[in-house]
């Protein structure tokens, strides 16, 4: 759609409620529109003197209804801080290219682009940087592109650090949007199941507490990636194990060169949830529910985040700064980027965490393979998919956990105890699988 004319129909809007605010290309020789691959940003000139946030931000749903009455389709447009943004009619990704990988430094993680007159910036950070601390990646699963930031953030990451000065341990429960990452030459420990994660999280621990005690940053930083938090400390075990070791880690992680990289749905619902957002040095939210997500995740009124498109959109929070909106930069093939990264660096081994050897084992109790393997099938048989918002959910029928635990215990087994325990965790691993199908198959 003509830029030209959805101007002159916002400037109609703004003329019939006495907004004092104006439309504009250009301003005193300075562009007021930029034109983003994914939405037109309008930076409103105020002429009124009694012009408030509060009220353009009111006048959204009017601005919306003319909009959609000229584009025949239904249209969002999100304000904050005196930019409009309207959505393009055909929004198109960000594609991370060559030129925008240029000129990085070691530890530098490139985000995005923030556009503002009278050129767009890269918006990067990087870990030396004392303000960065650890950081948070939340909004709504496969909406609002998080997989695909945290892919570029850390490939890129890994492009411009050597395995000698950066080592990565990555959980991803769900093994899908971490998996490209498993054969890096940076990675010293990989968990897709449960009882990996517990023995990584265990070893990132006893690394901290070997710095603290060695009274050393190393020069070497270590990343633990997550890749979403809520699929970890809903299984009662991780959730007792983060509990112990997460408070340590978030105070006394980044000044020992020991950094988190989180993924989150919404950290709010989540036990650790205020704890985790004042721990977070850098905040990246993209498309949540509503407003009320949208300020306690950002811990501010009227950012918006709600009103995000996803695809890649998101408000970047930088500490106390204020908030600003990226778009993040689209990895087309992260495949390909990890190979290019081997390449670089080449086919490196590092050893495994200290503390996190198969010997220390907190989750072996029975023999877990020989259980999973004679509750799989009843499992199956009493499991129904429930439709939900995410597309992924489902429950066990009536009687299923019974059947489960009779499976592995045996006829008339107890249902109670640690039987109960054990089939409980049973049914947290055999429900993972199930979303992990799903999730596979819409990747392919």
């Known amino acids: 759609m003509n830029p030209s004319l959805e101007g002159n129909i916002l400037n109609r809007v703004f003329a019939e409620h006495n907004a004092g605010v104006w439309a504009m290309f250009v301003h005193k020789g300075s562009p007021r529109l930029m034109v983003t691959p994914a939405y037109n940003a309008w930076y409103l000139v105020r002429f009124g003197q009694a012009v408030t946030e509060h009220s353009i931000r009111e006048l959204l749903p009017e601005l919306n209804r003319a909009l959609r009455s000229y584009r025949k389709d239904k249209v969002t447009c999100r304000y904050e801080d005196g930019v409009l943004e309207v959505p393009r009619v055909k929004p198109a990704r960000l ?259 200290v503390g996190a050897d198969r010997k220390n084992r907190k989750f072996s109790r029975r023999d877990w393979e020989t259980d999973l393997q004679a509750a799989r099938p009843v499992f199956g048989a009493n499991w129904k998919w429930v439709p939900g918002s995410s597309g992924i959910g489902g429950e066990l029928k009536e009687g299923g956990k019974k059947a489960i635990i009779e499976a592995v215990f045996g006829k008339g087994a107890d249902t109670g105890g640690s039987n109960n325990k054990r089939a409980n965790e049973i049914i947290e691993h055999l429900t993972a699988e199930k979303e992990r199908e799903v999730l596979y198959a819409e990747a392919r």
């Open 95 to 353: 594609d991370l290219t060559d030129t925008a990988l240029g000129g990085l430094s070691e530890y530098d993680m490139l985000l995005g682009a923030h556009y503002t007159p009278p050129r767009p910036r890269r918006v990067k950070v990087n870990l030396l940087d004392p303000y960065v601390g650890h950081i948070m990646v939340a909004g709504t699963t496969r909406i609002a592109g998080k997989t695909t930031l945290k892919r570029v953030a850390i490939s890129t990451l890994a492009l411009n650090t050597s395995p000698d000065r950066l080592h990565m341990v990555m959980i991803d429960l769900k093994g899908v949007g971490m998996s490209p990452f498993k054969h890096l030459p940076h990675i010293r420990g990989w968990a897709s199941d449960h009882e990996e994660a517990g023995r990584l999280i265990r070893g990132v621990a006893k690394e901290l507490q070997r710095r603290v005690e060695a009274e050393s940053t190393d020069s070497t930083k270590l990343i633990l990636v997550i890749d979403e938090l809520a699929d970890l400390i809903n299984f009662r075990a991780l959730n007792d194990l983060f509990q112990e070791h997460f408070p340590t880690i978030a105070t006394r992680g980044a000044e020992m060169g020991i950094h988190l990289i989180v993924g989150a749905q919404n950290p709010s619902r989540l036990s650790l949830g205020a704890q985790l957002r004042t721990q977070m040095g850098i905040k990246l939210v993209g498309h949540v529910e509503d407003a009320t997500i949208a300020k306690s995740l950002t811990g501010r009124e009227g950012t918006g985040a709600h009103l995000l498109p996803g695809m890649g959109s998101f408000i970047y929070i930088n500490g106390g700064d204020s908030p600003i909106r990226i778009q993040g930069y689209y990895l087309a093939d992260v495949n390909l980027m990890v190979d290019r990264i081997r390449q670089k660096w080449g086919d490196v081994k590092l050893p495994p965490l």
